[in-house]
């Protein structure tokens, strides 16, 4: 069988640098902190209390009216704001395409877990009645933004929500290509979604040791590859890309962003939360989204890495980038752009998958920010871009996303 090509061909976003693709991108090329003090709610007895926020955020902004609002977590407000910005790039008339090819995947790893803690926390306040909102469900449920997204635009296509924690947007996305390339739909929204600066979302990851607690520093604290990293920073947000069948996007005059050339998925089968430490998941990941997209190791210009900041993680992925690439490894551009929008949980993969397809058209590699101590067990003659973005011609572009339980996903974009 002839697998069908995909391409990008509509981007949006909302993020800690900016409530729109042109303020990311810029921010991105600038090497820019989205750190700041957590104001989502009193954080000042939690050992870690800054995060990666989303500034300024009126869902109105975004066509989402007040009362519609009340229905919708924060998570799936992210998600219909990023896809209205997508939508509207890319073109797409709902008037003018089979409603019945056109589909929705979009991942979360946690969906509304703030409506969750509002809802028993009010049960237990209000003496233990039993008074919870009739849209409890409907807002917490990880797969409702993919569901409003398709009733906004009258998606009739393939609708559904991936969950890997960390790896849930790229999983959407190698779910979105396979989809196309089987000919099973002609456009799919895809991307990811997070709202996970909360209560017990920060209070959790503190107690598993997860995130850093540099509060005195905060603005540099997510500072992957560098000595002193601690863990990572909590981010929110959402991204949101059109795949597209190619000839259909030809067919429509649209613009292209870039090819989605292909994926792979594999598993640590090591640790709930650790990596496994030689990078054996990491590499064979990288290994397959190579191999499913026909491109040789040699060919890769640039791998936006996992890169959270934690003490193992950082290691353990630059381990699998040496033995899959060889001494081509030295001649990559490497960056963790998680050191500017912090981890954004969900939403990470396609968020960075933006990262990705900006370096492409752009030749601008975004850096790796906040380093200024060397690791002994880092290999600094990789090329880490760090502190300030680098120009260099992009032709293909990696993007790495693992998650807690060991799940691993890469995709790969390619100039056309």
């Known amino acids: 069988m002839q697998l069908k090509r995909v391409v990008v061909t509509g981007i949006g976003t909302i993020n800690p640098l900016g409530n729109n693709i042109p303020e990311y991108f810029d921010n991105l090329d600038n090497g820019t902190s989205g750190a700041s003090l957590i104001t989502r709610f009193d954080a000042s007895l939690f050992k870690t209390k800054f995060a990666c926020e989303i500034k300024d ?32 790039d890319a073109g797409i008339d709902p008037e003018k395409i089979d409603l019945d090819r056109a589909g929705v995947i979009v991942g979360s790893g946690i969906g509304g877990i703030e409506t969750m803690f509002q809802e028993i926390k009010g049960y237990f306040e209000g003496g233990c009645t039993p008074r919870f909102s009739p849209f409890l469900i409907p807002k917490m449920i990880p797969d409702i933004a993919a569901g409003h997204i398709s009733m906004k635009y009258g998606f009739r296509g393939p609708n559904f929500t991936t969950v890997s924690a ?14 196309i390339r089987l000919g099973k739909a002609d456009i799919i929204i895809t991307g990811g979604s997070e709202a996970g600066i909360s209560v017990p979302s920060i209070g959790g990851f503190n107690s598993a040791q997860a995130l850093s607690t540099n ?25 949101t890309l059109i795949f597209e ?76 980038v040496k ?19 912090g981890h954004l949980l969900g939403a990470t993969g396609a968020v960075e998958a933006l990262a990705c397809i900006h370096a492409i058209n752009s030749g601008t590699i975004p850096p790796t920010i906040n380093f200024e101590h060397e690791d002994p067990e880092i290999d600094y003659n990789l090329n880490l871009t760090l502190n300030k973005a680098q120009k260099r011609e992009v032709n293909v572009a990696l993007n790495n996303t693992f998650g807690f339980g060991g799940h691993n996903s890469c995709i790969v974009f390619r100039k056309i």
């Not at 590859?225 to 863990?231: I, L, M, N, S």
């Open 57 to 88: 955020f009126d869902p109105e902004k975004f066509g989402i009216d007040k009362k519609e609002a009340r229905k919708l977590d924060l998570f799936a407000q992210y998600a219909m704001a990023a896809t209205a910005e997508a939508i509207k």
């Open 166 to 179: 960390c790896a849930s947007s790229t999983h959407a996305m190698t779910d979105a290509l396979n989809y």
């Open 215 to 239: 509060n005195d520093n905060y603005k540099t604290a997510s500072r992957p590859f560098d000595k002193t990293r601690d863990g990572f920073v909590m981010g929110e947000g959402a991204a």
């Open 245 to 320: 069948e190619y000839e259909h996007a030809v067919a429509r005059g649209a613009r292209i962003y870039a090819e989605v050339a292909g994926a792979g998925l594999s598993a640590d089968a090591h640790h709930i939360t650790a990596p496994h430490p030689d990078g054996l998941g990491a590499k064979q990941v990288m290994k397959l989204a190579l191999q499913d997209s026909g491109i040789k190791p040699e060919e890769v210009d640039y791998i936006n890495v996992h890169g959270t900041a934690t003490p193992l993680g950082d290691i353990a992925e630059l381990k699998a």
């Open 323 to 341: 033995e899959l690439f060889g001494a081509h490894a030295y001649n990559l551009n490497i960056s963790s752009t998680k050191s500017m929008t």
